[in-house]
């Protein structure tokens, strides 16, 4: 009988075994530091791009793969803090960009925007992955429940989705 040591010699397989976990990462917003130390999910969006029908011949349209890329908005959830501090970043922000007062309350093309870096750790919490998001501003705030049926004391979270141009994905350490 032999053994099978393809294994040990193979570069197919997997440099390591150990998995990517929901809770290795770390946010900043520069513009936003308070949601930064208190975000709790944040998820990745997905990238699509466009798909474009080739007509032939034969009544059939073959699909080939477009130029446009469509990127969802970036959520991010976070707990509020007792003085708001967090939630009223991204409320403030969201009040800018509208100017829905008067025109005395507004901001720069650029201070309307921040990068945003979602730093993506390996299972010993050393950074191995940053995704930039250029050009990012908040497009939607939650709503904060309170309710005073609520049993225990639970803290309120709320949700911010974010617009962006596009955003970079940087291995920062080899796998």
Do not use: C
């Amino acid at each position: 009988m032999t053994i099978d040591t393809d294994f040990l010699t193979d570069t197919t397989r997997p440099a390591t075994h150990n998995y990517l976990s929901t809770n290795y990462f770390r946010l900043a917003i520069s513009r936003a530091p308070t949601v930064s130390y208190f975000a709790q999910s944040v998820s990745l969006p997905s990238i699509n791009i466009a798909e474009l029908r080739q007509p032939t011949t034969l009544s059939t349209n073959i699909p080939v793969p477009g130029n446009a890329y469509t990127f969802q908005p970036l959520r991010v959830q976070f707990l509020v803090d007792e003085s708001m501090r967090s939630w009223q970043e991204i409320y403030n922000w969201i009040k800018v960009l509208g100017n829905y007062k008067d025109s005395t309350d507004t901001l720069s093309h650029h201070d309307k925007y921040s990068d945003l870096t979602l730093i993506i750790t390996n299972s010993a919490y050393k950074a191995k992955f940053e995704v930039i998001f250029k050009h990012a501003y908040p497009s939607a705030l939650s709503e904060l429940p309170f309710s005073i049926t609520a049993v225990d004391n639970v803290p309120v979270l709320a949700t911010v989705d974010f617009t962006y141009t596009y955003y970079e994905f940087n291995i920062l350490t080899s796998p």
